[in-house]
Structures are given as structure tokens and as C-alpha cells.
């Protein structure tokens, strides 16, 4: 089977996240905000329609924005669900009002989300997901792995010869400063 360093090369929308953007470090809110809302709704469905509705999801969810989307209510509840361009599921869409919250949350306890994820580095996988189910709505174990790997925190998200091995290298992805 052929994995996402394969399928990805080359690809219109794979290409460029995989290059990029997974397994790359990130700290800006907005942009761990996003990844965990587009790995909670892609479950049950492709990657492939995450990134095909990622511009129409950003807008949706005003630019991901976590003040904003924690302060939504019932008309901006309905407005989501009516909305053709995004994953129309109440589950996932309370879930990211919901988790909007947390984030908004974290900053209290722990300064951000991002400095509620190094707080907790290194995890194991197992430890990752029952924090993260403690914490967070509808973050399954998959979701969680996915969202982790996603931002550098555990391996696996690309193979050691593939050329964003590299560049995530250099960029020190989590997991390599407990792994070296």
C-alpha cells in the first residue's frame, strides 16, 4: 500500500500540505485551531475533501479564528450547518464551537494551546489520547494521532527518504527533540 509521501507527490491539493505544511511544527492558534477542526471533521470522509473545502471552512469559521468561533451561538450554529461548503454535521460543528472554547481556555492555564501541547510533550500516543479526550470534544484516537503528526508532535508522517523528512528536520518537529 502506498503511503502519503507517495500520493502526495505531485498532487494539486495533497502536494503542497504534504511539502509544506504535515509534520511541520506550528505555534500560531489559528493555525492549530484549524488543523484540529479540519482533522475532527474529515472523520468518516477523505483528506482529499478536507483540502478541498479548506478555503470554504476558513471562511465559514471566520478565518478560524477562536474568539470568534467560541463566542458563536444558535444563529451562527444554523448558519454552519446550512452552509454547503463545509461539513454539515452538528456534532462536528458543536464540537468546534465547544473546542473554540477549551482553546480560548487554555490561555488561562497555560498561556495557549501551544504551550498546553509542549506542557504535555513528550506523550505517548496513549497518554496524547486520553488527555486530549479529557480535554477536547469528539477528538477520537485517530483524530488525535492525525492532529499530532500533523503539527510534529509524534512520528510517522512521512517516510525517512522523503525530501520534507528533511525540511522537518531542520525545522525540529517535536518528536525529534525527544528521539533525536
Excluded at 32 to 60: C, H, P, V, Y
Excluded at 153 to 159: E, F, S, T
Aim: hydrophobic content about 40%.
Amino acid at each position: 500500500m502506498a503511503g502519503y509521501c507517495d500520493i502526495a507527490l505531485g498532487h494539486p491539493l495533497h502536494g503542497p500540505y504534504h511539502d509544506d505544511e504535515y509534520g511541520f511544527p506550528a505555534r500560531d492558534e489559528s493555525v492549530l485551531f484549524e488543523r484540529l477542526l479540519l482533522e475532527i471533521n474529515q472523520a468518516g470522509l477523505s483528506w482529499e475533501l478536507m483540502l478541498k473545502k479548506r478555503e470554504t471552512m476558513r471562511a465559514a469559521y471566520d478565518g478560524f479564528d477562536v474568539d470568534r468561533v467560541a463566542a458563536y451561538g444558535e444563529v451562527d450554529r444554523e448558519r454552519l450547518l446550512a452552509d454547503p461548503g463545509i461539513i454539515r454535521n452538528r456534532l462536528k460543528v458543536n464540537a468546534a464551537i465547544h473546542n473554540a472554547q477549551v482553546v480560548r481556555g487554555l490561555r488561562d492555564s497555560h498561556g495557549g494551546f501551544a504551550e498546553w501541547l509542549e506542557a504535555h510533550h513528550p506523550a505517548n500516543p496513549d497518554d496524547w489520547k486520553r488527555l486530549f479526550r479529557k480535554t477536547f470534544c469528539f477528538t477520537g484516537g485517530e483524530i488525535v494521532n492525525e492532529f499530532l503528526m500533523s503539527l510534529g508532535y509524534l512520528p510517522g508522517a512521512h517516510r525517512d527518504d522523503c525530501p520534507a523528512m528533511a525540511c522537518i528536520r531542520r525545522a525540529a518537529a517535536p518528536w525529534l527533540r525527544v528521539s533525536g
